[in-house]
C-alpha cells in the first residue's frame, strides 16, 4: 500500500504528466511567462467551465479577495460581515483594507455562515456579506441572496474551497460557485481542489463595470498602458501556472467525482457509530469535499491524531482557532463565548485524508483505524 497523505499530488501529476510537462515547455519555449496567451486561453476556459461572464485571474486567492473589496469604494468604518470559523484570509483583507470585519457565527450542521446570525449583525453600516463556502459545500445562497437584497449588500463569495460546486435555486436554476453574488473568488494554491503548481488564483463576475475595475486594479490601477486611474497592486497569475491549470480543469469534474466517492465511503464506514458525525449536506448543493471533516463525539482528539499518526495516517485540524479567538483579531468587541457554534468546531473537527488518488485499500485501512480507536476496538 502506497503511503497514505492528507493530499496527494505526486500520484495526481504523474497521470497528466505528458500533457502537463508539455504545456510548462511551451511556456518556456515562448519565453511568454507574463500575461502569455495561455493565461487568455484559460481565462476563456474557466469562463466556460463556469458560466460566467468574466474570470480575472490573479496571484492568489487572498489577493483575488483583496482587489474584489477594492473595487467597492469602501469607506474605513464600513462593515463587512464575515463567518467566524474559516481561514484567516477572508477576514485579513477587510481589516488591511481599514474595513470593519463583523464576525457571526457558523451552523453546526454546514459549518457554513449562519443565515439568522447574519441577520442579527447587520448595521447601518453594513456593506457587505463575505460568505465562505467551507470545505467545498455551498453557503445557502437563495436565503442569504435574499438578505442580501432587502438592505443592499453586496456579495462577494470566497469560493477558494468550493470551485465547482454547483447550487440550484428553487427556480431550478443550477450555478456554479462564486458565480451568484456580486464577485467570486478562488484560489489555485496546489491543494485546493483545482490547484496549480505554485501561487494562484482568480476572480468571477457577471458584472461588467467591477469586471473592469478589478482587472485595472490587479493591474496597478492601469486603465491604458501608464495612465494609473486608481491605487491598485500587482497581483497576476503567470504563464506556467495557466499551462498546468488548463490541463487539469480538463479533469476537475473527474476530479470532484473521486473527491465525492472518497467522501461516500468515509461516511458508509462512519454511519454505525455515535462517536463521529459525518459531514453535513444540503438538498440545494454539492459537495465537492475539499475537505472532509468529522465532528467527534467524547473522542479524545489529540489522542486519535496521535494514534492514526503511529499507523501511518495523517490527521489535521481545519481550524483549531476561530478568528473571534486569534490573536491579531481578538479585541474589546470579541470574547470567548460568543459564537458558540465556531467554537464547538474548533474543538471537535478532525479532517481526514481527502484527495483524488485514494485507493480502496488505503480507504479501507484509514476507517478501520479511526474506528477501532473511537470504538475501543482492536483493528
Ligand atoms: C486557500 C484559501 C484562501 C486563500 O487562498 P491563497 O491562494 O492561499 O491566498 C482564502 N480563503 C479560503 C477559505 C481558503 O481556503
Keep these: 500500500m502506497k503511503n497514505i497523505q492528507m493530499v496527494d499530488l505526486k500520484s495526481q501529476y504523474e497521470k497528466i504528466k505528458v500533457a502537463v510537462d508539455k504545456g510548462i515547455q511551451e511556456v518556456i519555449d515562448s519565453t511568454a511567462f507574463i500575461k502569455g496567451g495561455k493565461v487568455v486561453e484559460f481565462q476563456q476556459e474557466l469562463e466556460n ?20 473589496l477594492m473595487a467597492l469604494d469602501l469607506q474605513p468604518g464600513d462593515e463587512l460581515i464575515a463567518p467566524a470559523f474559516t481561514f484567516i484570509a477572508t477576514a485579513e483583507v477587510v481589516a488591511l483594507l481599514g474595513l470593519t470585519p463583523v464576525l457571526v457565527d457558523v451552523d453546526y450542521h454546514t459549518h457554513n455562515i449562519s443565515i439568522d446570525a447574519l441577520k442579527k449583525a447587520i448595521t447601518p453600516k453594513t456593506k457587505a456579506i463575505v460568505p465562505v463556502h467551507l470545505f467545498g459545500l455551498n453557503v445557502d445562497m437563495e436565503d ?61 463576475t457577471n458584472n461588467d463595470d467591477l469586471a473592469k475595475k478589478m482587472r485595472s486594479i490587479a493591474n ?19 504563464s506556467i501556472q495557466a499551462a498546468v491549470l488548463q490541463v487539469k480543469l480538463n479533469f476537475l ?21 455515535d462517536k463521529l458525525i459525518t459531514p453535513g449536506r444540503t438538498a440545494s448543493s454539492t459537495h465537492v469535499f475539499h475537505q472532509y471533516t468529522l465532528k467527534l463525539q467524547n473522542v479524545d482528539r489529540e489522542k486519535l491524531q496521535a494514534y492514526l499518526k503511529e499507523k501511518g495516517i495523517p490527521s489535521m485540524v481545519y481550524y483549531p482557532i476561530p478568528l473571534h479567538v486569534q490573536k491579531a483579531y481578538r479585541s474589546s468587541k470579541y470574547k470567548i463565548g460568543d459564537f458558540p457554534v465556531a467554537e464547538a468546531l474548533s474543538a471537535t473537527v478532525l479532517s481526514l485524508p481527502m484527495h483524488t488518488e485514494l485507493s480502496s485499500e488505503q480507504l479501507e485501512y484509514i476507517t478501520r483505524h479511526v474506528l477501532a480507536f473511537v470504538e475501543n476496538k482492536k483493528a
Aim: proline residues 2%; aromatic residues 12%.
Design 49 to 68: 467551465y463556469l458560466n460566467v461572464k468574466h474570470v480575472i485571474p490573479v496571484g492568489n486567492g487572498t489577493d483575488a479577495l483583496q482587489i474584489a
Design 144 to 204: 442569504l441572496l435574499a438578505v442580501a437584497k432587502e438592505y443592499n449588500l453586496y456579495v462577494i463569495e470566497d469560493a477558494c474551497q468550493s470551485i465547482g460546486a454547483v447550487y440550484t435555486f428553487s427556480d431550478g436554476r443550477q450555478v456554479q460557485s462564486g458565480c451568484m453574488g456580486d464577485v467570486g473568488c478562488t484560489s489555485f494554491f496546489p491543494s485546493k481542489n483545482l490547484g496549480c503548481y505554485g501561487d494562484g488564483g482568480a476572480i468571477f
Design 220 to 238: 496597478h490601477g492601469m486603465e491604458t498602458r501608464y495612465h494609473h486611474d486608481r491605487i491598485g497592486v500587482n497581483s497576476r497569475l503567470d
Design 253 to 273: 469534474n473527474e476530479y470532484i467525482a473521486a473527491r465525492q466517492a472518497v467522501a461516500a465511503y468515509y461516511d458508509t464506514a462512519f454511519s454505525n457509530t
